[in-house]
């Protein structure tokens, strides 16, 4: 049975920082890309990044520069490095996994992911 746990989520002030992290088990973590998305009330789940067996990375244009994705394949996590944090930023943070044929697909669209984490609320103050 696939998991995915988020943890790391919580209250900050405008400018701070937070990491977010996502532990996967029940699944070959090195042959999955993962993504990172997030659902404000009242919005459409948004991609936020993701990162490419080979470590490839993509990011959401108001967040390229503040955030950053990294993996960590002995481990079977993902984190999600956030800065610069502002209030519109606050929102569910959901980590997504989906099996790649080859190393450097990456994956924006919520739908073709295939398994997503709970959430972690992340609330910036302003």
């Known amino acids: 049975q696939v998991q995915l746990v988020e943890a790391g989520g919580g209250l900050v002030q405008a400018g701070g920082s937070l990491r977010l992290s996502c532990a996967a088990s029940?699944?070959?973590?090195?042959?999955?890309?993962m993504g990172w998305f997030r659902q404000a009330p009242g919005k459409e789940r948004e991609f936020v990044a993701t990162?490419?067996?080979?470590?490839?990375?993509r990011y959401y244009t108001n967040v390229k520069g503040r955030f950053t994705i990294s993996r960590d394949n002995a481990k079977n996590t993902v984190y999600l490095q956030m800065s610069t944090l502002e209030p519109e930023d606050t929102a569910v943070y959901y980590c997504?996994?989906?099996?790649?044929?080859?190393?450097?697909?990456?994956?924006?669209?919520?739908?073709?992911?295939?398994?997503w984490g709970q959430g972690t609320q992340v609330t910036v103050s302003s």
């Open positions: 990162i490419a067996r080979s470590g490839d990375t």
């Open positions: 997504a996994a989906v099996a790649t044929g080859m190393p450097g697909v990456l994956r924006v669209a919520p739908h073709e992911y295939a398994y």
């Open positions: 029940g699944l070959t973590f090195s042959v999955y890309a």
